[in-house]
């Protein structure tokens, strides 16, 4: 069977889910996986139809021949219908002699058994194993031919010189009827398409059509039982060789026992047998001089069936059929064929068609192995998930451009985990830079409407507060109305430090960076605060020499506002903590107190301008929306940690600042 142009399986990728189970059933790995599709590769493919079989989307597709035959129906000449015989496994809803007056009727002059042919091919392996010394593989399979010349071509020379029984009864009825009779394989089997285009048998047999075809032809023309004259096949005859599709039934029509003591004939059939037993043939370790074998559990199991029947059933049908025809046969008329074709020519050869790829080498897989996360022999499962036995396997049908890693379950569940991190990270990253941009977003608002309040607001205050001072000193101590103009400066100054706060929102402020020793900033900044005499001052530094590149008045409000507010929030005493540390690349200001804590439900506004939890004229709640501001133009961070309630533990909160150590350089192409 060479190589065809046209694949005899393809792919219908709209179907294709990739299961992989094609790739698991096929012998000869002819499936590649690549691009996310399953590509049946049609110089690799032996047309054995396991994946047809196997696939439970109906995503792979047999070249059809019904079109072809029909042109020859209808052409006007002599055609032959050779029926596989095979055919009582399939049709057990009708009797055989109303399904060959159905074929008759789609315009078949002849509609003969192959099982005759079986009988032909039968003898000439008794005569072959009488008269030539050697050992033998046999050649009644199709697909065992394409996978010998294929995958183990040192063995082509093995393969019995007999022809299939479609090409034996192609033969015998050319001699009984004529050369110009046309033939028309029918049977089970997808790789008779590709026998029958072989260059080595090329004109033997002009198509072969599955039992799927036939019933669509049948189908087609509306022929039913009941509507067609029971007929029966046209002689020759079968006889024993209509047990040729059940396993091993070649062997009793040929009268070959695989008998287990002498070990001369050995059978074997099934997807993984024949793999083994050709394996073992071509070592030695099968010493038989005949090895048996067939792709399918016999070709009543083949992928060209439509039947849905188990195989015993297939069996039991064919068992039947061939013992009524061997009871009710006219021996006589039999022999008298088997006189006419005893000279008939069953030879033919077979050539090499080598796909064997190049093991690539254990260094290779080694490397493969380990881009798919198998670094230790535990870590290959041999799962089998990919379609492929062993993981080895699996690495070097990559490296052969037949699969991809993503087949691999395990990695891409492995792959999944890590993206599905990956994403939970991005997605705080995202939620991260939202509430940064809400926050912005504020500050900018505030921006626009501090310069708006500035503008309006500024110079009436400004007057206000002059004359509130210059009455308060004009105003003797003892007068009555001192007390009110004392209140009245007071309030003022108040509105001062609000519209102060405003200004800094207003301002365009720019970062004026220079290296400063952190901690002594720190340590500078707190002592010139007021601290009340029940909190204690820590200072905690992992290095008093801790350098960066920062603003030094800015970062010294957002230390101020920081302590304020930790003073604000220990009103009975506490501890207060500042701690100054390296973190990679930033560095770190912390601010701990051990006061009442900040409420969950207040956590989320601190940073919002104008939120505060603090009594009228204690604060403007501006403090926070500075400090952030002011971090975010050093692109750093800052972030909250409290604790207001006792039952939980220690109440207290902590504000940290990072803040990098080097400020980014703006790139060549900007501005």
């Known amino acids: 069977m060479d190589p065809q142009s046209a694949p005899l399986v393809s792919t219908i990728r709209e179907r294709c889910r990739l299961c992989y189970t094609c790739v698991r059933e096929c012998p000869s790995k002819a499936i590649r996986i690549a691009g996310g599709q399953a590509e049946v590769l049609a110089d690799r493919c032996i047309g054995c139809g396991n994946c047809v079989r196997v696939c439970s989307q109906a995503a792979k597709r047999v070249r059809s021949e ?15 219908a050779l029926v596989a015989p095979s055919f009582p496994a399939e049709f057990t809803e009708i009797e055989y002699e109303y399904l060959v007056g159905m074929i008759r009727d789609l315009g078949f002059e002849r509609v003969c058994e192959v099982g005759f042919g079986a009988d032909l091919v039968a003898a000439e392996y008794q005569r072959l194993l009488a008269t030539q010394p050697g050992r033998f593989i046999a050649t009644t399979c199709p697909a065992i031919v394409g996978y010998v010349e294929r995958y183990h071509p040192d063995l082509v020379l093995a393969l019995a010189p007999i022809v299939s029984p479609m090409v034996a009864s192609a033969r015998a009825l050319r001699r009984l009827y004529g050369d110009d009779l046309r033939m028309v394989f029918i049977g089970p089997c997808i790789a008779k398409k590709g026998e029958a285009g072989s260059e080595r048998i090329e004109g033997e047999v002009d198509a072969a059509l599955t039992f799927g075809e036939l019933r669509e032809m049948l189908g087609r023309r509306a022929l039913k039982a009941e509507s067609v004259a029971p007929s029966d096949f046209d002689p020759p005859h079968a006889g024993s060789g209509a047990l040729f599709p059940l396993s091993r039934g070649m062997l009793q029509a040929a009268q070959l026992p695989e008998d287990l003591l002498s070990g001369e004939v050995v059978a074997a059939d099934g997807r993984s047998e024949f793999v083994e037993a050709i394996r073992e043939f071509e070592t030695g370790d099968i010493h038989a001089r005949l090895l048996e074998v067939l792709c399918c559990n016999g070709c009543i199991m083949g992928p060209g069936c439509t039947s849905r029947a188990p195989l015993f059933s297939r069996r039991a049908q064919v068992s039947r059929y061939a013992k009524r025809r061997m009871a009710d046969g006219d021996r006589e008329r039999w022999h008298e064929y088997w006189a006419r074709l005893a000279d008939l020519d069953l030879r033919r050869t077979f050539r090499a068609y080598d796909r064997r790829i190049l093991a690539p080498s254990e260094a290779e897989v080694r490397d493969m192995l380990a881009r798919l996360g198998k670094f230790l022999p535990a870590d290959e499962l041999n799962c089998g998930a990919c379609g492929y036995e062993t993981c080895r396997e699996h690495a070097s049908a990559i490296l052969r451009g037949l699969a991809e890693g993503e087949m691999c379950l395990p990695y891409t569940i492995e792959q999944l985990r890590t993206t599905c991190r990956d994403l939970a990270v991005s997605n705080e990253q995202l939620a991260s830079a939202q509430e940064a941009l809400m926050q912005s977003e504020k500050l900018a608002s505030m921006g626009q409407l501090a310069a708006g309040i500035a503008h309006e607001v500024n110079n009436p205050l400004g007057t206000v507060l002059m004359l509130a001072h210059t009455l308060l000193e004009e105003t003797p101590t003892e007068h ?57 001052v820590r200072y905690e530094h992992t290095d008093e020499d801790l350098k960066a590149e920062i603003d030094r008045d800015q970062v010294a409000q957002v230390v101020t506002n920081l302590v304020n507010n930790a003073v604000d929030a220990m009103p009975g005493g506490g501890t207060l903590t500042v701690r100054t540390a390296a973190d990679g690349p930033r560095v770190r200001i912390e601010v701990t107190d051990s006061g009442i804590g900040i409420p969950p439900e207040n956590l989320k506004k601190i940073f919002e301008p104008f939120f505060t939890t603090k009594s009228a004229g204690k604060g403007t709640g501006l403090g926070l929306s500075v400090t952030y501001g002011i971090v975010k133009m050093h692109q750093g961070d800052i972030r909250v940690v409290s604790n207001a309630d006792p039952a939980g533990g220690p109440t207290g909160t902590t504000f940290t600042v990072t803040l990098p150590r080097e400020r980014a350089k703006p790139s060549a192409a900007a501005g």
Do not use: H, W
């Open 480 to 536: 009555p109305a001192r007390e009110d103009l004392a209140l009245i400066a007071s309030e003022a100054d108040r509105c001062k430090r609000i519209v102060s706060g405003l200004l800094q929102f207003a301002r365009k402020n720019k970062v004026e960076t220079r290296s400063t020793n952190v901690p002594g900033l720190v340590e500078r900044t707190v002592r010139m605060l007021r601290i009340p005499p029940g909190v204690t």
């Open 66 to 80: 019904v079109e072809p035959v029909e042109a020859l129906l209808a052409s006007g000449a002599r055609v032959a």
